[in-house]
């Protein structure tokens, strides 16, 4: 069975997780949202995903900016200030007894909130924003950090902007999740999507990178998610004089890649050893090793 980056092992203790529901610690089996939510109903919210490192919020200031950016370019009123938002999500890992946990990992979702009758218009929305917290027991798998995974590249592209601005983190993922079936139903991990012009955009759920004599390139970032872990990534490389490009490429140039991996927050740096069945890598080559090793001491850091 084909597993991804976000594989991981399953915790019995999520079981008994309290979920954050506007602001109300609910058991897991009785959270809830109305059926006349804007999420529910159209996708309409944004969303982040966060990781406990040594108990505290990795990155959070940069994935806050991302929220409340995303949520003012959709004119959604989140309705509390980010002092306000933090105090919530700390809330929910004291309520869950998780304070100086790593492996934990936290979807926190805002949507526009509940709407009178089904339809698109925002201006049917009768209720504040609705935020959701939802913390969970869940680690990358070391198989996952260490053997890598494979990627096919699938026919759906990443949007044009004018179409659907592939920078906002919003729950409308239906794209995604349609390339995500087709690489599962093709026999691998992922899927690596290309832009509009045929160049290589980004994956379904993780950013892209190929290492390529010395260099490492990821696509330019005009048509993929303006990625925490990506920017980390390519600063580090920077800081340390790997030579980091972003910039157009094709799959020529990954298939003749020397390595090739990808970043997001749940599982950090994974290496990619396969692309369309063509082998770059056994398990991961010394540059992904070397990044994850400067990117686990930056989440050190931070948490410091």
Not at 94 to 115: F, K, P, Q, S, Y
Request: hydrophobic residues 40%; negative net charge; contains cysteine.
């Amino acid at each position: 069975m084909a597993k991804g980056t976000h594989d991981f092992a399953p915790d019995p203790r999520n079981d008994a997780v309290l979920i954050n529901v506007n602001g109300t610690l609910v058991p897991r089996a009785e959270a809830s949202v109305s059926v006349f939510d804007s999420g529910f109903m159209l996708g309409d919210g944004v969303w982040e995903g966060l990781r406990l490192q040594r108990g505290r919020l990795a990155f959070l200031e940069a994935h806050l900016d991302r929220l409340y950016e995303g949520a003012k370019a959709i004119a959604m009123d989140i309705g509390l200030s980010r002092e306000e938002l933090t105090g919530r999500l700390c809330a929910t890992i004291d309520g869950n007894n998780m304070r100086g946990e790593d492996g934990v990992h936290i979807r926190l979702m805002v949507t526009r909130g509940i709407r009178s009758t089904p339809y698109q218009d925002p201006r049917v929305v009768i209720s504040p924003a609705t935020i959701v917290i939802i913390p969970e027991y869940k680690a990358p798998l070391p198989a996952t950090i260490e053997t890598g995974i494979r990627l096919f590249t699938v026919h759906v592209r990443r949007g044009d902007p004018a179409v659907q601005d592939q920078k906002l983190n919003s729950h409308s993922k239906l794209n995604c999740i349609t390339a995500c079936i087709q690489a599962a139903q093709a026999g691998a991990d992922e899927a690596l999507m290309l832009d509009p012009h045929g160049f290589v955009a980004t994956c379904n759920s993780t950013h892209f990178f190929i290492v390529r004599r010395g260099e490492v390139w990821t696509s330019s970032g005009d048509y993929c998610l303006g990625g925490i872990t990506r920017s980390n990534v390519i600063q580090l490389c920077r800081e340390e004089g790997i030579p980091v490009f972003e910039k157009n490429f094709s799959l020529t140039d990954v298939y003749g890649a020397d390595e090739a991996f990808v970043t997001g927050t749940f599982a950090g740096v994974v290496p990619v050893t396969e692309v369309d069945g063509r082998h770059l890598t056994d398990g991961r080559g010394p540059m992904v090793e070397r990044l994850q090793g400067l990117y686990k001491a930056l989440m050190d850091r931070d948490a410091a």
